[in-house]
């Protein structure tokens, strides 16, 4: 649901921060389990790359589209039922095709805390590289103890050309939008986009359905109500990276563009029993978090982001997020202000939007 | 100058990602060369963690703060004359403690273009963790090889108690600033704050005196004019991190608090002639530069950032930046709307303005 639909903005942030515990065979010495359905390991020796579909420099992210050589040591054709395969041709040639998204870990502060390691995260058999010194200031690149060089991997195998779409790094830019150009090619490239998606997972959501173990609070009331979740991006733990989604229970209210002075009560409802409930579950002060609205938002019924302000998350840019505090005081100081305002989005090549707007950008 | 003054946000992005060469003697064989001044070495088997100062999921950053055991294998005393040393008990506590700036390095995709090194990418001597399958999505973890695994480190030593705290994450919180609060409030905290900060850098910028070789455009009209310059935490190469810096040439312009009518052809000169700037200089389309203002900006003489659409750089939140697309936008809606507006802003706690706002925050 909320995750699978909002994730569009950064896929690193899939990546799970929760491992299990699970069996640890080594890379280069294939066990008798690979073979079973149970628990098949991948031989990553055998993974070559074909192409590199995205990378991040400050998430230390990347997204490689790759082919294991042979059929040997690769998952069971038990699991090659692909949910984006969609003929026989696909289907076939994505056979060894897979995805491999990779996230470096981050430095683990509760292990180095306790055991006052220090320096035993660098690998003392390496070299060191000086990079620089001036006065007090020393640069040096440093090599890091095996244990601290993990990375978070999801393997999408087998994987359609589909797939490796989805996770192409497109080139994005910012569309600037007039209320006229909002009735002219905003809402009509919508309504043909919108017509192939469905919003019952909203639905579900709603009624308590679906995801009832991450509800956080529920205000029942049909015009200002509202249920929020824990997003299933964040794990839960770190308080410090809280994500949670608010879901309004009013129907027909698509985006920030249909905002206006009767919506105040429930912005003003969403602003105090969220925070509330937040601030009562994981104790963050109201201060602290930061309340908002994509727009466009990535699915069309009104919806809000509750993160910490410590929290580091993607789609926290001023070109997407619109804090609700300043919403509510646009309204109040114009009640028509988002019908009459230019506002400022982004797309990304080959999105709906972006074919609507493409004779207005400059694209060099 | 730009890079000291904007540093506020992240220290992480003050690491450099040009090591020049240099001598790579290993971490435990101190050389001769640690005990010249020329090009001293630290011994980091003798660094002792004291305090984890700051640390970021995303970015895969720690600040430590710790302590060297004794004095053999430390750099040279020559280099102990701590800018920020303020006296000599000061200097003395400081001698031995250092602060440790970690941030693991991106993976290096032109590498991995160019060798179609594929699966080398991991240390196929170690053991993976099996941590999901299901269908076509399989999560592990995995060990990386070793020369994937270098942080870039910058060692402040000695480091005084002061330099510490400036690396010390500190809780932050949102600011509600109505028009009353900007001068009850806000205005005298900044007086009495910015009369110890000297404005002499933007002096030097404006006058081509500093950092004129990092200087992309220059407009010198008097009113709407502004110098552009590569800022220096932008590295010049990879141009989806793209992160320049406008400073307008008008004075006595301190913040977006100020902006009216009169201001709107300095607003779009910037758009125009700045984007075009970059444009000409970097290729990027005009469509593909996000311009904003930072509310509260970090020093109070106008100026405007331009980054690329794709960069990832911290400051980009809806908190603190405001698009001069939207700017321009709510002054021509109303001449007035930023003396009008109720503004949000972040504060860190011991920050002048957490002082002046901390009896408003819900603090718990």
Redesign the interface.
């Known amino acids: 649901m909320a995750s699978t639909q909002e994730a569009a903005g950064n896929k690193s942030s899939e990546?799970?921060d929760?491992?299990?515990p699970?069996?640890?065979?080594?890379?280069?010495q294939p066990t008798a389990s690979q073979e079973s359905t149970a628990?098949?390991?991948?031989d990553?020796?055998?993974?070559?790359?074909v192409e590199?579909l995205d990378?991040?420099?400050?998430?230390?992210?990347?997204a490689?589209l790759?082919k294991f050589d042979t059929t040997d040591g690769i998952?069971s054709s038990s699991?090659?039922?692909?949910?984006d395969g969609k003929n026989g041709e696909d289907s076939k040639s994505s056979s060894t095709s897979a995805i491999l998204l990779?996230e470096?870990?981050?430095?683990p502060?509760e292990q180095?805390?306790q055991s006052?390691?220090?320096?035993s995260?660098?690998?003392?058999?390496?070299?060191?590289?000086?990079?620089?010194?001036n006065?007090?200031?020393?640069?040096?690149?440093?090599?890091?103890e095996?244990s601290?060089?993990?990375?978070?991997?999801?393997?999408?195998?087998?994987?359609t050309d589909r797939l490796a779409a989805k996770y192409r790094r497109r080139?994005?830019?910012?569309?600037?939008e007039s209320p006229e150009d909002y009735r002219k090619r905003t809402e009509p490239a919508l309504k043909s986009a919108g017509a192939k998606h469905s919003l019952a997972w909203v639905g579900n959501l709603l009624d308590g359905s679906a995801e009832a173990d991450r509800l956080v609070f529920d205000d029942p009331d049909p015009a200002v109500g509202f249920v929020l979740h824990a997003d299933l991006k964040w794990d839960g733990r770190?308080i410090d990276?809280l994500y949670c989604l608010a879901v309004c229970r009013v129907d027909g209210l698509h985006s920030l563009r249909q905002l206006g002075a009767q919506h105040l009560p429930l912005l003003e409802n969403l602003m105090d029993k969220g925070r509330k409930a937040l601030?009562d579950r994981y104790?963050v002060?109201?201060?602290?978090?930061?309340v908002?609205l994509h727009y466009q938002p990535s699915f069309y019924h009104l919806h809000a982001h509750f993160t910490h302000?410590?929290a580091?998350w993607p789609g926290?840019?001023?070109?997407?997020?619109?804090?609700v505090?300043?919403i509510i005081?646009?309204i109040r100081?114009?009640p028509d202000?988002y019908q009459?305002?230019?506002?400022?989005f982004?797309v990304k090549e080959g999105e709906p939007l972006y074919d609507a707007y493409k004779d207005q950008?400059?694209?060099?």
Chains 1, 2 share one sequence.
């Open positions: 990546v799970s929760e491992p299990t699970a069996k640890q065979p080594r890379l280069d628990m098949q390991q991948h990553f020796k055998k993974f070559r790359l590199i990378n991040s420099q400050r998430a230390k992210y990347v490689l790759g998952s699991s090659s039922s692909s949910q990779l470096k870990e981050a430095f502060v180095l805390q006052q390691l220090g320096l995260l660098f690998d003392h058999r390496q070299t060191v590289e000086t990079v620089m010194h006065d007090i200031w020393h640069k040096y690149r440093l090599p890091l095996s601290f060089c993990l990375a978070k991997a999801t393997l999408v195998h087998p994987a080139p994005c830019h910012l569309v600037v770190r990276d601030r104790g002060p109201l201060s602290q978090q930061r908002f302000v410590s580091d926290q840019q001023a070109e997407r997020a619109h804090l505090t300043e005081n646009n100081l114009m202000y009459k305002a230019t506002l400022t982004p950008l400059d694209l060099l």
